[in-house]
């Protein structure tokens, strides 16, 4: 996915809810420089943004079952990263199943001209 500095861009994580099936937890995840850090977990306490450079930036829609797909909004650079959606079920017998799928985004400059009024004195 590619997303436009301080545009917003949408990663999408779907499935097809299933009867028996309950959602347990939703966990979305970034990869960058090697490590790994939580963003956003949703769970039976409710939302929660665990990163704090995406707190009021990133959202997963409530009302739409079987959609968790990850709303970012004014990207910044280093949002640049593989983005991981991670979803855990649990069935009517107690199990948990796990899916998760992984996102690439690569946040770009707009290569378009600045206009005048954006252009920076040269130092």
Same mark, same amino acid.
């Given at each position: 996915?590619?997303?436009?500095?301080?545009?917003?861009?949408? &990663? #999408?994580?779907?499935?097809? +809810?299933?009867?028996?099936?309950?959602?347990? /937890?939703?966990?979305? *995840?970034?990869?960058?420089?090697?490590?790994?850090? /939580?963003?956003?977990?949703?769970?039976?306490?409710?939302?929660?943004?665990? &990163?704090?450079?995406?707190?009021?930036?990133?959202?997963? #829609?409530?009302?739409? +079952?079987?959609?968790?797909?990850?709303?970012?909004? %004014?990207?910044?650079? +280093?949002?640049?990263?593989?983005?991981?959606?991670?979803?855990?079920?649990? *069935?009517? %017998? %107690?199990? &948990?199943?796990?899916?998760?799928?992984?996102?690439?985004?690569?946040?770009?400059?707009?290569?378009? #001209? #600045? *206009?005048?009024?954006?252009?920076? +004195?040269?130092?």
């Amino acid at each position: 996915v590619k997303g436009t500095w301080m545009g917003s861009t949408t &990663l #999408p994580c779907t499935y097809m +809810p299933s009867e028996g099936f309950t959602q347990q /937890t939703l966990v979305w *995840s970034v990869e960058r420089d090697y490590s790994t850090s /939580t963003i956003f977990r949703r769970d039976d306490s409710g939302d929660h943004v665990l &990163l704090s450079q995406f707190r009021d930036r990133v959202s997963v #829609p409530k009302h739409s +079952p079987g959609d968790a797909s990850l709303l970012i909004e %004014n990207l910044e650079i +280093p949002d640049s990263g593989h983005y991981t959606c991670q979803v855990i079920w649990r *069935s009517k %017998n %107690n199990s &948990l199943i796990t899916k998760e799928v992984t996102t690439t985004v690569k946040v770009i400059k707009d290569t378009r #001209p #600045p *206009s005048a009024a954006w252009q920076l +004195p040269k130092s």
